[in-house]
C-alpha cells in the first residue's frame, strides 16, 4: 500500500469515525447497542452466544485495512494487535487491559479451538506476544505486523490462550430471570440481574456471594466491620463510591469488584477467593490462599451458584 492510498484509507476512516458516537461506557449500553445492530444484520434476534460474539465481530471488520502501528491505538493513525482487540471492546463497553499478554488472561478460558466462538481473544506465543480475535469456521481479525493492514486470516497456529470475555448470554430456562439465570424468587434477583447486565457477571454468581456473606440480609454488619448484603469492608465501600447498605449500591459495587478480579486473575474461583481474602493474598501463594475461611468460603459459594442455575 502507498502512502497515497494509506492517506486516502485514513481519510476514509475519520470520515466513518465522525459517525459513531464516542462512549467509553461500562454499563452495557454500548455492548446492547452493538448486539441489537449485529443482529439486524444477521436477522437474528439478540439473545444468544452467536448473537453476541456477532456484536464484536461486526465492529472488528469496521477496522479492516487499518495499517499495523506498533504501540497504535488509534484507528486514525494505525492499530497494533492488542490495540485492535482493547478498541474493538472498548467501542462495545468492555475495558480490557492495554497489552497482549494481560489480555490473554482476560475474562474465562476457553479449552480448544474447537470449542472457540466468535468474539473470543485467541492469544499466540509463550510469552504471548500476539492475540486477534475469533470470527468462526477457523478465521479470525487480526492487526498482524508491520507492513500489513487489519485482515481477515486463517488461524494459522494453535492459539496459546483462548479467553472469552463476553457478558453472559441471557438465560432461556422458564422460570429463571432473563440476564442472569436466577430464579425469580430469589431476593433481590432483579438487582442481581440488572448488574448483571450490566458488568457481565453471572447473576447467580452475585447472588451465591450475598447468601453466602450475608444470607440476603441487607442490614447486616459483621464483627469486622463488614456491611451489608455483600459484606464490604467501609474503606472497599468507599473506594467503590458506593453505599454498603443500600442493597443496589452495594450489588453494582460488588459486581464491578468480581468484574475487575476475575479479569485480573482469570479465574472464577480465585476472584472468590480474592473477594473474600483480598487479592494480595491470591498473589502471594499463585491460588487460593490456604486460610481456613477462605478454604471454605470458595467452594460455598460455586456450590450454591450451581444450585441457583439449575
Known amino acids: 500500500m502507498s502512502v497515497t492510498d494509506v492517506a486516502a ?18 454499563d452495557g449500553t454500548a455492548f446492547a447497542s452493538a448486539l441489537s445492530d449485529a443482529s439486524a444484520v ?3 434476534a439478540p439473545t444468544s452466544d452467536t448473537s453476541a460474539g456477532q456484536a464484536v465481530v461486526t465492529e472488528a471488520k469496521k477496522y479492516l485495512g487499518i495499517p499495523y502501528v506498533w504501540g497504535g491505538t488509534d484507528p486514525t493513525k494505525g492499530l497494533d494487535c492488542s490495540g485492535l482487540v482493547q478498541l474493538v471492546y472498548k467501542k462495545l463497553g468492555i475495558d480490557l487491559p492495554r497489552v497482549s499478554y494481560e489480555q490473554a488472561r482476560a475474562g474465562t478460558a476457553v479449552p480448544s479451538l474447537d470449542q472457540a466462538k466468535p468474539g473470543d481473544i485467541l492469544a499466540f506465543g509463550s510469552p504471548v506476544h500476539h492475540v486477534a480475535i475469533y470470527i468462526g469456521d477457523h478465521k479470525m481479525i487480526e492487526a498482524p505486523r508491520p507492513g500489513k493492514d487489519v485482515r481477515v486470516s486463517d488461524v494459522y497456529e494453535t492459539p496459546t490462550a483462548i479467553r472469552r470475555v463476553l457478558p453472559d448470554s441471557p438465560a432461556t430456562t422458564t422460570g429463571t430471570s432473563p440476564t442472569g439465570g436466577v430464579s425469580a424468587g430469589t431476593p433481590y434477583a432483579s438487582v442481581f440481574d440488572r448488574a448483571a447486565a450490566k458488568y457481565g457477571v453471572s447473576a447467580s454468581l452475585l447472588a451465591a456471594v450475598a447468601h453466602q456473606e450475608s444470607g440476603y440480609n441487607a442490614s447486616a454488619v459483621s464483627r469486622a466491620g463488614a456491611k451489608g448484603l455483600m459484606q464490604l469492608m467501609p474503606g472497599t465501600a468507599k473506594g467503590l463510591g458506593v453505599d454498603p447498605m443500600n442493597p443496589t449500591q452495594a450489588v453494582d459495587g460488588a459486581a464491578r469488584m468480581l468484574k475487575g478480579l476475575i479479569n485480573e486473575f482469570g479465574r472464577v474461583d480465585y476472584a472468590l477467593a480474592a473477594y473474600n481474602a483480598g487479592p494480595g493474598a491470591v498473589h502471594r501463594y499463585h491460588g487460593i490462599p490456604p486460610y ?7 467452594p460455598a459459594v460455586l456450590a450454591y451458584q450451581k444450585k441457583l442455575a439449575a
Open 9 to 26: 484509507r485514513i481519510q476514509q476512516i475519520q470520515a466513518q469515525l465522525a459517525q459513531l458516537t464516542p462512549t467509553s461506557s461500562t
Open 42 to 44: 444477521s436477522g437474528e
Open 292 to 298: 481456613a475461611e477462605t478454604q471454605r468460603y470458595v
